[in-house]
């Protein structure tokens, strides 16, 4: 019989725990399991507050889960969840291959950061492919060992999401400007390798993520809404507001602020 588990966006990682540990003592082990493995993938902060599990029904709530960013973002977050519905086919648990019906991550609430040429979601997919670079290195060290556990996920959906822009980080005033973020449906994670690493299958969700961040759909609507300053996202470097906070006083409105960017930046 399937069971319905309720987490955070560390559903990957809550799966890993099952696997290792059993269905028993399911709450600790959920909140250790994406307290400290979580960041090893990310390299950022990443924790959950407390995990609630009904013995009964193996349904678990996973509560305040929080994505960090990383080291030199000034915004306190990269992503806030709600809540995730995972559906695993309890009868792969003793395989080496855990078969994940469906995972639907709801309202996630994002905040998007660009630091100069880069930003915060950039940074962190390129950790989470660091760590599976790494894993795939460590693997071939442990294959006298016999294989890990791997993932299949037939279902990943991400919906209801917002993504945030804060422009108080860039000197810009106090508003935060918002996109909804388009719904994700990804199919089929690690089938056609008989299975994915968590690192693989964490890599692909996040890579799915970031390039729906980053996709006109959201960029067009942030752009929209910083034209009327003067300003786009391409002019939110870093370069260019150091130079800004040398000559604009604390008395000029935030349109002039805009004005002064696009003239350092040549538009």
Do not use: C
Not at 217 to 224: E, S
Request: charged share 25%.
């Amino acid at each position: 019989m399937k069971k319905w588990i309720y987490i955070g966006i560390g559903a990957i990682v809550v799966v890993i725990a099952i696997i290792i540990f059993g269905l028993s003592n399911l709450g600790p082990i959920i909140k250790r399991a994406v307290n400290s493995y979580g960041p090893q993938i990310t390299k950022t902060e990443l924790h959950v507050a407390d995990v609630g599990v009904s013995i009964f029904s193996a349904e678990a709530k996973i509560k305040q889960f929080f994505l960090g960013n990383p080291a030199g973002f000034k915004t306190p977050s990269a992503m806030k969840v709600g809540s995730v519905l995972v559906n695993v086919d309890e009868k792969s648990l003793t395989s080496n291959t855990i078969v994940i019906d469906r995972i639907e991550v709801i309202s996630p609430e994002i905040t998007y950061e660009k630091k100069g040429e880069i930003d915060n979601f950039n940074t962190i997919l390129k950790n989470i492919t660091k760590t599976s670079s790494s894993e795939k290195g460590a693997k071939k060290e442990s294959e006298k060992e016999g294989p890990g556990k791997k993932l299949i996920i037939r279902d990943f959906i991400v919906k209801e999401g917002r993504v945030n822009l804060e422009l108080s980080v860039y000197g810009i005033g106090d508003k935060q400007i918002r996109a909804t973020l388009p719904d994700i449906h990804l199919k089929d994670i690690g089938k056609k390798k008989n299975g994915a690493s968590p690192a693989e299958a964490f890599k692909e969700v996040f890579a799915a993520l970031y390039g729906t961040i980053t996709s006109p759909a959201v960029t067009d609507v942030l752009n929209k809404e910083l034209s009327s300053m003067g300003v786009n996202l391409d002019s939110l470097g870093e370069d260019a507001i150091k130079k800004l906070g040398d000559t604009v006083g604390k008395e000029e409105g935030i349109k002039d602020v805009g004005k002064k960017i696009k003239g350092i930046l040549g538009n």
